[in-house]
């Protein structure tokens, strides 16, 4: 079975600042892995996937997740948050096969103080 | 201008009621998804349809039904037997390229109860 657990249902960080939001992974098999973000009352928006290419990948707008197996996670990460970045993040993890097959995390809304 | 259309954006039920959610996509994609969003609970799938007039259950079917007759359209019905329908319902479409399965969301129904 395949399951990711997002580690904080609500994170607050200053314009400026650090965005860390946590995405720990469990998967038989070396999984893809996804992070979507979604603005309210909007469907998701992919920011980028892990697909065994590259450990670090780079996402839009300035986002980019490290996977680390020795871990199991794939924790996402943003020098320096804007006002823009405040929405809700899901990770989610696929095994081969269509995204039937994926399972998305529980979601972390990301606030953004001025 | 291509993309996946949900409507209503928002929809309420009386009891007892069957209701039914639209999505049309104009991407000429082979497979569509329905999902359920319930705060802190993430997404759920509920039906999927990699061709038309095929289509099959996903992990919280119950309550629900689909058609797929025609491959832009993907209407998913709340029966009265589903309980608990207040959610914010999403339907995704996807396509693959490059080896790769690359999956697009509408902007999503708000159901709620009367």
């Known amino acids: 079975a395949q399951s990711v657990t997002q580690l904080g249902s609500h994170v607050s960080v200053s314009e400026g600042a650090l965005v860390l939001l946590r995405c720990n992974y469990s998967?038989?098999?070396?999984?893809?892995l996804f992070w979507y973000v979604q603005y309210p009352n909007q469907g998701l928006q992919l920011l980028l996937k892990y697909t065994s290419a590259a450990t670090l990948v780079k996402g839009i707008n300035g986002f980019e997740a490290e996977f680390k197996k020795s871990e199991t996670s794939f924790h996402l990460t943003k020098p320096s948050a804007h006002m823009s970045d405040a929405a809700e993040y899901f990770c989610a993890v696929r095994r081969s096969g269509g995204y039937q097959k994926v399972t998305f995390g529980i979601g972390t809304k990301l606030q953004v103080i001025p | 201008d291509g993309g996946i259309t949900q409507s209503p954006k928002y929809l309420f039920r009386k009891e007892g009621q069957n209701v039914t959610l639209s999505c049309e996509q104009n991407l000429n994609h082979d497979a569509m998804y329905w999902y359920r969003q319930d705060p802190g609970q993430g997404l759920r799938l509920i039906y999927y349809?990699?061709?038309?007039?095929?289509?099959q259950k996903g992990d919280i079917a119950e309550g629900y039904s689909v058609s797929r007759e025609k491959k832009e359209s993907f209407p998913l019905t709340v029966t009265s037997a589903q309980k608990n329908p207040t959610a914010f319902y999403l339907c995704a479409s996807s396509i693959w390229f490059a080896g790769d399965e690359k999956l697009f969301f509408g902007s999503g129904t708000q159901l709620s109860v009367l």
């Open positions: 349809s990699q061709i038309v007039n095929d289509f």
């Open positions: 998967s038989s098999v070396p999984p893809y």
